[in-house]
């Protein structure tokens, strides 16, 4: 059988970069989808990867012609799409009295209209085909709300909803659409956090310290696999503990 064709948005990020590499020990093909203006960091990225079957791709992940494109290109050089993790994002914080409405615009179009904007393109393939995963990263703060985050924990609490009503849609094509909510992790946003609020943040985990883009990766390897058509709509939070729900 020919190799399932997944692609990463976001995917030369922390988060991404260990998604794309624990997708291709899996025995997938990823496509790592992610800005091309820092030449620096994609170089970095192709170092990391580096004996895997991992592809870069050029993509503003919030312009909605540009993922329809991306989307045939893909299939074209590597094969139907049956995988898409949407681990695109970024941050603009500021509390909402400060906000102005680029930083709300930006966080929305990125985090949130991106992932309208890949599975819009990807889902009549898959539901054509009888098979996808779809697995859209979004985040304990879309959970709890936090200080200065309106427009991310929107965006991410959005996403789920998204999920839920997606995979109802789908459920009988062989298409499973979940979410994931990570807490902190050890990325470059979270090292960017000044020392003393990181270290309050580390307080509060019950496991007593920052997750690890492993095991997100992990997380998203699990939902992705083939044997997991029975899981969908789910949102399955890796966040050491930090906020338990029933």
């Not at 941050?91 to 930006?106: C, P």
């Not at 936090?146 to 298409?175: C, D, I, P, W």
């Not at 090292?191 to 496991?207: H, T």
Request: with cysteine.
């Amino acid at each position: 059988m020919n190799k399932r064709v997944a692609v990463v948005t976001g995917g030369i990020g922390g988060l991404g970069t260990a998604i794309c590499i624990a997708l291709a020990r899996a025995g997938r093909r990823v496509v790592a989808a992610d800005l091309g203006g820092h030449p620096e960091r994609v170089a970095r990225f192709a170092h990391e990867v580096e004996g895997h079957d991992i592809h870069f791709a050029a993509l503003d992940v919030s312009d909605f012609e540009a993922c329809e494109v991306f989307v045939r290109d893909t299939e074209a050089a590597h094969g139907p799409l049956g995988i898409l993790v949407n681990a695109a994002g970024i941050t603009r914080d500021t509390t909402l009295r400060k906000m102005e409405r680029a930083q709300w615009d930006a966080v929305l179009s990125v985090n949130l209209d991106s992932v309208f904007n890949l599975c819009r393109h990807a889902i009549g393939g898959m539901a054509e085909r009888g098979f996808g995963r779809i697995v859209n990263i979004s985040s304990v703060n879309g959970q709890t709300g936090q200080f200065g985050q309106t427009n991310y924990s929107a965006a991410k609490a959005g996403m789920h909803g998204f999920t839920m009503a997606l995979a109802r849609e789908v459920a009988r094509k062989g298409v499973t659409v979940n979410s994931i909510s990570p807490g902190y992790c050890e990325t470059a946003l979270v090292a960017a956090i000044p020392d003393e609020i990181r270290q309050d943040i580390v307080d509060k985990v019950p496991v007593g310290r920052l997750g690890h883009p492993d095991e997100i990766a992990r997380t998203v390897e699990f939902l992705s696999d083939d044997a997991a058509g029975y899981i969908t709509g789910a949102n399955i939070p890796v966040n050491g503990g930090l906020y338990m729900a029933f």
